[in-house]
């Protein structure tokens, strides 16, 4: 759907799936979602929501894949996870990332990041929201990027978060 110098961003596919259930298993990727590795049945319920978003909302996360060598490199977009972020947000769009840990450093999240940003932002046109672990200093320094501003700190589903909005 989405093609950048070095990755293709597209909705997940069944075929997605191992990889991601090795991604959530990682304690590096889990550190800041949840703090320990995903239950493949969990796994399996993240990866059926992500394919849902798209055929209900129209919008979701991207499966991110290396063009170079067609290496699933984790996931990015956008959802409706029907969770309390507070009034002051005027949203219930959030996006999200999260790379295996063989690609974090290489600028990736950066690069998929910004071209789904450019495609959501043309093609639907709405507030969105972060909410990002406090100590998950990486990923607060990308949604700076972005143009996220922070505008609260609230109890997150595993602690303490940054609620960021652009």
């Known amino acids: 759907m989405i093609e950048t110098p070095n990755l293709i961003l597209r909705p997940p ?5 191992e ?9 590096v990727v ?3 979602i949840g703090g320990k590795p995903v239950l493949r049945a969990d796994a399996w319920t993240r990866f059926l929501r992500d394919v849902g978003h798209w055929t209900i909302e129209g919008f979701g996360l991207f499966s991110i894949i ?3 060598t067609e290496r ?14 507070g009034e ?14 063989t690609f974090h ?4 999240a950066r690069e998929a990041a910004s071209a789904a940003h450019i495609w959501f932002d043309a093609v639907h ?8 672990a406090i100590e998950n200093r990486a990923s607060i320094r990308l949604a700076a990027i972005l143009g996220y501003e922070h505008i609260d700190q609230i109890e997150g589903p595993h602690g303490p978060a940054d609620l960021l909005v652009r």
Request: hydrophobic share 45%; proline share 2%; with cysteine.
């Open 13 to 17: 596919i069944r075929h997605d799936f």
């Open 19 to 27: 990889a991601t259930a090795l991604m959530f298993a990682d304690p």
């Open 30 to 32: 889990t550190a800041h």
């Open 66 to 68: 290396e063009k170079s």
């Open 72 to 85: 699933y490199v984790g996931k990015m977009g956008f959802a409706r996870f029907e969770r309390n972020l």
């Open 88 to 101: 002051t947000v005027g949203t219930d769009v959030e996006a999200s990332w999260v790379l295996a840990s």
């Open 105 to 108: 450093g290489q600028g990736y």
């Open 125 to 132: 046109d709405r507030r969105i929201a972060c909410l990002i």
